[in-house]
């Protein structure tokens, strides 16, 4: 689905990511993890063209920076770590997410208006969707954000750290409506996170940055089962199963 190769980051003298190679397997909720300033956000800032860097990314077998921004923005939806104030309402800001097809300003169809409002609905917005964003609390606004991506209806969404300022609920509501996205409607989820314990309960598929490198891409369970828990973070792994056999997995410290 994406495959980073040699991929290569740097701000003036400083290198954050070198030779960086990894995979992500499509239809798969994968989750990018590494310490504070380790490189997740540049990474991602590759994928809308926002980091500079060198070596290739492609995205479905196609080298990213020879497709049309137009044809990208149909493959790629993004969700960036912080979200600009807008007096735009949350169905505005919904509708964006249809101009890959409508064109920017361009007249919305009746399949597009259906599409907006029904991902309003499953963002639990329907109730604020003629609410401007700067009136909304940072979870509702999270989740506007969510519904515009959702219009955009793209095989492949990327989000920085969607979880930040959400309280644990709130948290798990969010990836379970990512797990539907790639479980039920086969999209493939990239997204960074800090939060160890809430994000391995939702993802699959891990991929760490350590030391500038992506030192693993993977199954959770073989990340879990891995020294890197340790190394990376200095943190030992646990997974259990509760009552009603779902596992999973924590993170503590041995301090
Ligand atoms: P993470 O998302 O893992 O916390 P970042 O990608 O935000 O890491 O940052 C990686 C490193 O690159 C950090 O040391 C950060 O200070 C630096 N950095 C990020 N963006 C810039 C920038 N625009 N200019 C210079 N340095 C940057």
Known sequence: MLQ????????????VLSDLYAHIEKEKLTVLIGKNGSGKSS????LIGQTNHTGRILLQNKPLDAIKPRERAKMLSFLPQTMP???????????LGRTPYSGLGGRLQDGDRKIIEHSIARCDL??????????????????AFL?????QD????????????LDTLQTAHFYATLQTLVHE???????????????????DNVLCLHHKQAVFSGSKQKFIESDLPKTVFGLHAQTVTDTDGKTRTFFYSPI
């Open 4 to 15: 980073f190769e040699n991929v290569c980051i740097q701000y003036g003298k400083t290198v």
């Open 43 to 46: 990474l991602l800032g590759c």
């Open 85 to 95: 104030e807008s007096a735009l309402t949350v169905r505005q800001l919904t509708a």
């Open 126 to 143: 329907l109730h604020l969707a003629d609410k401007p964003l700067n009136k909304l609390s940072g979870g509702e606004r999270k989740r």
């Open 147 to 151: 519904a515009m991506l959702l219009a």
């Open 154 to 165: 793209t095989p492949f969404l990327v989000l920085d750290e969607p979880t930040a300022h």
């Open 185 to 203: 409607e086969k999209k493939t989820v990239l997204f960074a996170a800090h939060d160890l314990n809430s994000a391995f309960s939702a993802a």
